[in-house]
Nanobody, 121 residues
Framework: QVQLVESGGGLVQSGTSLRLSCAPS????????MAWYRQAPGKERELVAR???????TYKESVKGRFTISRESHKQTVYLQMDSLKPEDTAVYYC???????????????WGQGTQVTVSA
């Protein structure tokens, strides 16, 4: 069964950077919309950034200018470059991909296991 594997989280100081990555664990036919969400303790999961198959991006207002989402389509990998991190960015970050496993499959939702990002003041 295909899973999304995330990497890159950790504990960092305010003002520094982290880069998250997410890729399928096995073969897929194609990936469509890719995104990063986050969930802080006691809060609902929220969209951080999204990128379409043609590269169009959207961002949560509070991360604009600091975070950059990108994708390598031939690797079906999505990245989140996070610069100028702030303590309020602390959360578990989840990647999302809309995936077809075969050419005649429908697009299904796949989620990563989550990676902790902690930003100290």
């Amino acid at each position: 069964q295909v899973q999304l594997v995330e990497s890159g989280g950790g504990l960092v100081q305010s003002g520094t950077s982290l880069r998250l990555s997410c890729a399928p664990s096995g073969y897929i036919f194609n990936a469509y919309t890719m995104a990063w969400y986050r969930q802080a303790p006691g809060k609902e999961r929220e969209l951080v950034a999204r990128i379409s198959r043609d590269g169009a991006t959207t961002y949560k207002e509070s991360v604009k200018g600091r975070f950059t989402i990108s994708r390598e389509s031939h690797k079906q990998t999505v990245y989140l470059q996070m610069d100028s991190l702030k303590p309020e960015d602390t959360a578990v970050y989840y990647c999302y991909q809309g995936i077809k496993l075969t050419w005649n499959d429908k697009i299904n939702d796949y989620w990563g296991q989550g990676t902790q990002v902690t930003v100290s003041a």
